[in-house]
């Protein structure tokens, strides 16, 4: 029979050089990672809407994206703008930018109401905008995130049509609320939206 010990190993966990780094380790002292904030937009922004547009040309079909996007910044002041491109982004990019060289600021009372009825009309889009007193936001479609976004509060929004086109009918408010322009805003009414005012009362006046 046997009676020799089994060999054990004679180097200590605490002698060798691996156990002495994880000895000397601590999970705590690594330093946190840096987290960048994305900095606030200017203006709060809302897609009205967005659409994949086929171009065909000679080599084939081009396909685009068009956009429309509406912006405020909930204290009187909204814009709208239509943008297209290759790629969303850059849609997005042209939208965004058209919309603050038409953005304008809404003449308002002190509850954050507007101060008369208005009523526009765009395309096949019929809109009528009227305070009410403390009945809060009335209103539907697009036409509800244009007065969202320029802050307007207490207000009932009548759509007189039934045009299901998101973008004429945030024209339509567009066109109603430059009604209520203050005369210290700058911009001016979209160029698409006077040409086609514009073609409208030449229309008008040739069939008088």
């Given at each position: 029979m046997d009676t020799t010990k089994p060999k054990t190993n004679t180097t200590s966990s605490s002698t060798h050089p691996r156990a002495a780094q994880s000895s000397n380790y601590k999970g705590g002292e690594r330093k946190p990672r840096a987290f960048f904030e994305r900095p606030k937009p200017e203006f709060d922004q809302?897609?009205?809407?967005?659409?994949?547009?086929?171009?065909?040309?000679a080599g084939g079909r081009r396909m685009t994206f068009a956009v429309a996007l509406a912006i405020g910044d909930k204290k009187g002041s909204v814009g709208l703008g239509t943008g297209k491109g290759g790629?969303?982004?850059?849609?997005?990019?042209?939208a965004l930018r058209q919309a603050k060289k038409n953005m304008f600021k809404i003449k308002t009372t002190k509850e954050m109401s507007i101060t008369h009825e208005v009523s526009a009309k765009f395309s096949s889009s019929k809109l009528v905008i009227r305070?009410?007193?403390?009945?809060?936001?009335?209103?539907?479609?697009?036409?509800r995130d244009m007065l969202i976004l320029a802050g307007i509060k207490n207000v009932t929004a009548k759509l007189h049509s039934g045009s299901k086109n998101k973008l004429?009918?945030?024209?339509?408010?567009?066109?109603?609320l430059y009604q209520l322009k203050a005369k210290a805003s700058l911009p001016k009414v979209a160029p698409i939206i006077v040409d086609a005012i514009a073609s409208d009362e030449v229309t008008k006046e040739e069939v008088k």
């Open positions: 809302k897609m009205v809407s967005i659409r994949r547009v086929t171009r065909v040309v790629d969303t982004a850059i849609a997005i990019a042209k305070p009410n007193k403390g009945k809060g936001l009335v209103a539907g479609s697009t036409v004429n009918n945030a024209r339509a408010a567009y066109v109603a």
